[in-house]
């Protein structure tokens, strides 16, 4: 386990789209600018300050070219904007996507519509792992480049468990004990902060990790063929072993009362001793922390064998080439430099991520170590809801999960409902 100084600053969580940056403005539009001109690249993305260390080393290692870029902070914004231009024509040569298909400019969807260029004969296409391809692809066809990846784990105030003498645990057992010694010294084990409907979703994907996508990469290619379902897979066990954690006493009281950025200040000031969460999220507990403190990332165990643990990473930010782009041949020159050690190390380092490709030069913090290991070990499972076919499970499940911490329902039918919606 590593520990991570207070160095970081928040990141996007667009991978599973569950935060939005919402910064004031944006630059001035690039529509039509740079057509007919070989030299220069029309460009789309968020994260100003990340994407633009990644364009500044594109253009310091090819200083012939120029690239023109438009920054939309807000995900809204910039799915509207980009939806409109891709319908006039008028699109930039590259921009930003999300993984699977949860949204309008997400890569299902505009691979679907035609409107994005496939890149299967991309040098950099082999090195895509397994585990991001199928957010990354349509039909087999590789559509985006995954640039950054963020993960699900225990983060932990390092501070607080060297208080009580205790370790991060590896096993499901270790869990339990974690969260008794955490009651009998007057502190919560595991922060959860339900208000925010999006984190309740969190503790099942690390568990379902290792119970059901680690195993089974295909599990949703299974469901859609009918020879799976929610109810009839390890997803009850991992629904039950968070009523378990809640009735050993892992958890802070109303959890469903609790907004994350209170669950986040828990965890800061060492009240609790973590909490399961996306691995950015390690910037709210910074916010809130003394300088002296510091915080771990940890693999979140579901069985008591450690080494059947796998960890939920998922790709962050994709980059698709316009299939009507004014310069195709530099705009997958760009996604070859993003795609290159030296392009994913920089852009890593600059939106606090870690790497979706080989990136021998990149050196990972703390945090994001855990999540690299992962993936070179080949324990790496994806987030659920990226391989989910519609929007209606995702929209099921976070309402059900408030509902489970208030026993309104319980593992069985909440996973009928879940069945359900993903049939629809």
């Known amino acids: 386990m590593a520990s991570h100084s207070r160095g970081l600053s928040a990141a996007s969580l667009a991978g599973i789209g569950i935060l939005t940056i919402v910064l004031a403005g944006c630059s001035t539009s690039t529509t039509g600018e740079g057509a007919g001109d070989g030299n220069t690249l029309t460009f789309a993305s968020g994260q100003q300050a990340a994407a633009q260390a990644l364009i500044d080393g594109f ?19 910039y799915i509207q904007q980009l939806r409109t231009q891709l319908s006039a024509g008028t699109a930039p040569d590259v921009f930003k996507v999300w993984p699977s298909g949860g949204d309008a400019m997400a890569i299902w969807q505009v691979a679907k519509d ?25 039909d087999g066809t590789l559509y985006s480049l995954p640039a950054t990846t963020g993960g699900i784990g225990a983060i932990y105030n390092d ?21 008794h010694a955490a009651t009998s010294a007057g502190k919560v084990a595991y922060a959860l902060g339900n208000k925010d409907a999006w984190t309740a979703q969190l503790l099942p994907y690390a568990l379902t990790a290792t119970l059901v996508y680690g195993p089974n990469p295909n599990f949703t290619a299974d469901q859609e ?26 958890f802070n009281e109303g959890p469903n009362g609790t907004s994350y950025d209170a669950q986040m200040t828990l965890v800061a000031t060492g009240d609790a001793l973590g909490a399961v969460h996306v691995s950015q999220a390690v910037s709210a507990a910074i916010q ?31 980059f698709a080439i316009n299939a009507e782009a004014k310069n195709p041949e530099l705009a997958a020159k760009f996604l070859a430099y993003v795609a290159s050690p030296e392009g994913q190390a920089l852009f890593a380092v600059a939106s606090n991520s870690s790497p979706a490709l080989p990136a021998d030069g990149y050196e990972p913090d703390a945090i994001n170590k855990t999540l690299l290991e992962a993936q070179e070990s080949g324990r790496a499972s994806v987030y659920p809801d990226q391989t989910w076919p519609n929007t209606q499970v995702k929209e099921e499940y976070l309402i059900a999960m408030q509902e489970l911490f208030n026993d309104g329902v319980q593992p069985a039918e909440l996973l009928q409902r879940l069945d359900d919606a993903f049939n629809s």
């Open 225 to 250: 063929a009918g020879e799976a379902s929610f109810s009839e897979s390890r997803w009850v066990e991992a629904l039950e072993k968070v009523q378990q954690m809640r009735d050993a006493g892992c």
């Open 159 to 179: 501070q607080a468990l060297e208080e009580i003498g205790a370790v991060a645990p590896t096993t499901w057992s270790e869990v339990l004990e974690l969260c």
């Open 114 to 138: 035609g409107l994005v260029a496939p890149l299967d004969d991309a040098e950099w296409a082999s090195d895509v792992p397994e585990n991001l391809f199928d957010v990354s692809s349509l």
């Open 288 to 318: 809130y922390a003394d300088e002296a403190t510091t915080f771990s990332l940890a693999p979140m165990p579901a069985t008591d064998d450690p080494a059947e643990t796998y960890v939920p990473v998922a790709a962050g930010i994709n």
């Open 59 to 77: 253009e310091e290692a090819n200083p012939e070219y120029t690239i023109k870029a438009d920054f939309i902070e807000q995900d809204s914004a």
